[in-house]
Every structure is written in structure tokens, then in C-alpha cells.
């Protein structure tokens, strides 16, 4: 299995603001951990589409659950993009109180509020002829979003506290672990900022629809973790990274790592057992297995092989985590008629 390591581009740096102007201080700088790990089906998919989108300035909507990369994915696209020597500019929308995302987004003058001690130049005005990545783009307060869309569609915003409009030239790049479409028919999301940002969805696999990509994104890991963690692996044994492949994994990569530094901090001797993963017993499904032992046998060889997408051989194969020879496997799919969904 390969990977394609994507390298986090040092952004411009903005010319110094006026005197008594402050700007927010996450702006995006050098990372060792944006990496991109697969080269499964799913994963090559997505870069695909990001290799069409990144070239232009299109707004471009990602989405995925909880844990798959998302701001990964984000800064892989502005580094492939013309902007990529200018800044990139992270507001996470779920992390703000609602009262202060106005002036965090688009700047406020001093005096603008109580509290507002200093002039403040909000995000857009950091990246502007750079990108924006607004995270969590469904937690946007209802009375923040018609500045947002008129800042999407004219490419304007007034800072709180002064009429005088801004002009920003700035690339968006939104994500959501909500379905945007339910939100907007729940009355949360305004429907004209859900088409502005919806130009070019982008769908990010959960990591259960990419058990392929589990062996060389736990070797990268534990490499990574390894070495900030001052631990040595040596040996990752074939039976823990079959245990690794089998688990539904419902907090994505994130939860990976968690599992991968809790076992590094663990073990012993350099190697890594599954003593120390202390993964949680799948979640049971609403409807117990039952029936004959042809019956369960054969659920639980249909459920293994849609995980990796029908794949029978290789690392991540269905046949190495079942245990068993790739012809002994086709020999029980043959016996119990299973075949893959046309």
C-alpha cells in the first residue's frame, strides 16, 4: 500500500496592519502532520475532484462525518491551487460563541461594542487573495449568514462599527457533518447561502468505506506518533492490524489515532499488541444474528466484503480479515452463493 505525501505550503505573510489594528493569530503555518494516507478507490476518488476544483476559485463544499479530514482536505486543495503562496485562514464555526462570530468573521472598529478595546481585522480580511476554510459551516449562527452570502456573492463586508465597505478577493472552502439540505427545510440554513456554498460538493469516505487505506494509515501513525511521543514501534503484528481492519471504527481517523497513541504509550519491547488498543465491542445491530450457522456465516462474510468494497485479496482484503486463504474464500462464496450486488 502507498501513499502521497501533500506537503502544507508556508503561507505569504500579510503585510503589517495599521497601528492599533490586531488581527486574529490563526492563520495557517507549516504542519507535519498534513499527510494524506490511501490509495484506495475511495480516497483516489476524492482526489480526483480535488484536482479538478483546486485550479479555480469555485467555493467548494466538503462533506463528512466526524473525524475523516476534512481541514485535511482543505489545505490539499489551496496548496494545489494558484493560491497557495497566500494565506489560508481556519475559522471553526462551532467554536465561537454566537455573540462574537460577527466580528471574528468580518472585523469590528474599537468602541463598536462593549469589550471592543481595539480595532480588529476579521478573517476574510486575513485571507483575502488567499482561502478561507469555514468548518462546521451548519453551526453559522441564522443572523450571521446574509453577511456571509453578500461577502460569497459581491465579495464585500463592512467591519462592525464603520459603514465603509471592504473589498475582499478571498476563495471559500465550507464543510459540514450535517445534512445541509434537512437543516435548510428545518428553517436553520438560509436556502440561497446553501446554493452559494454548494457549488462543488465534495464527499469524504468514512473510514470504514476505506478499510484498504487501514494498514498504511496505521504505519504512518505510529510512525508520526511514535516519534513525538519519544517511543520506539518496531513490529506491528499481522493479527493487531487484522483486529485494526475489522473495527467499525464510528470516529474515523481521529479515532485511530487515539486508539494508536494510547497502544504506543502501552507497549512494551517495541511491539504493538492488541492488548493495548482496548477497542470497544462493535455496536450490535438492531436485529441480532439468528438462524442457522449457514445463515450467520454467511451475513458475516457479505458484511466483511462490502467494508472493503468486494475486494478478496491482498492487505485489506476480505480474505485477510476473515483469516482465511483468498481460495478458500471464493470457495465459501461459491458454497453459500454469495456474490457481489450488480
Given amino acids: 500500500m502507498s501513499y502521497s505525501p501533500l506537503r502544507t505550503a508556508i503561507s505569504e505573510p500579510t503585510p503589517p496592519p495599521p497601528p492599533g489594528v490586531y488581527p486574529h493569530p490563526r492563520v495557517s503555518a507549516d504542519r507535519d502532520d498534513d499527510v494524506i494516507v490511501g490509495d484506495g478507490d475511495a480516497m483516489r476518488y476524492v482526489m480526483s475532484r480535488i484536482d479538478q476544483v483546486a485550479p479555480t476559485d469555485a467555493t467548494v463544499l466538503l462533506h463528512g462525518d466526524t473525524g475523516t479530514g476534512k481541514e485535511l482536505l482543505a489545505r490539499a486543495l489551496h496548496r494545489r491551487s494558484p493560491r497557495r503562496d497566500r494565506p489560508f485562514v481556519v475559522v471553526n464555526c462551532a467554536a465561537m460563541p454566537a455573540p462574537l462570530i460577527e466580528s471574528e468573521l468580518f ?29 462546521e459551516i451548519g453551526e453559522l449562527p441564522l443572523e450571521v449568514q446574509p453577511r456571509l452570502l453578500r461577502v460569497l456573492q459581491e465579495g464585500q463586508l463592512e467591519r462592525l462599527g464603520n459603514p465603509r465597505t471592504v473589498e475582499v478577493d478571498v476563495r471559500v472552502i465550507a464543510a459540514t457533518n450535517r445534512d445541509l439540505t434537512e437543516e435548510v427545510r428545518a428553517g436553520r440554513f438560509r436556502r440561497d447561502l446553501y446554493y452559494r456554498l454548494n457549488v462543488f460538493p465534495i464527499t469524504l469516505p468514512s473510514l470504514t468505506q476505506r478499510r484498504e487505506d487501514i494498514p498504511a494509515l496505521v504505519r504512518h501513525l505510529v510512525d508520526r506518533l511514535g516519534r513525538s511521543l519519544r517511543r520506539r514501534v518496531d513490529a506491528i503484528p499481522d493479527d493487531v492490524m487484522v483486529s485494526l481492519q475489522a473495527h467499525d471504527w464510528p470516529g474515523n481517523v481521529r479515532e485511530l489515532e487515539n486508539v494508536l497513541q494510547r497502544a504506543i504509550i502501552l507497549s512494551k519491547n ?40 468486494w475486494r478478496i485479496e ?25 456474490e457481489r450486488p450488480r
Fill in 270 to 309: 517495541g511491539v504493538l499488541t492488541a492488548r493495548e488498543m482496548w477497542l470497544p465491542a462493535p455496536e450490535t445491530a438492531a436485529v441480532p444474528d439468528t438462524g442457522t450457522l449457514v445463515d450467520v456465516e454467511r451475513r458475516h462474510i457479505v458484511r466483511v466484503l462490502s467494508g472493503v468494497r
Fill in 314 to 338: 491482498g492487505a485489506g482484503g476480505g480474505a485477510q480479515i476473515l483469516g482465511l486463504k483468498p481460495s478458500t474464500l471464493r470457495s465459501r462464496m461459491a458454497k453459500l452463493r454469495i
Fill in 107 to 135: 472585523g469590528r472598529e474599537r468602541g463598536a461594542f462593549t469589550g471592543a478595546h481595539a480595532t480588529q481585522i476579521g478573517r476574510f480580511e486575513l485571507a483575502n487573495r488567499g482561502t478561507i476554510f469555514l468548518d
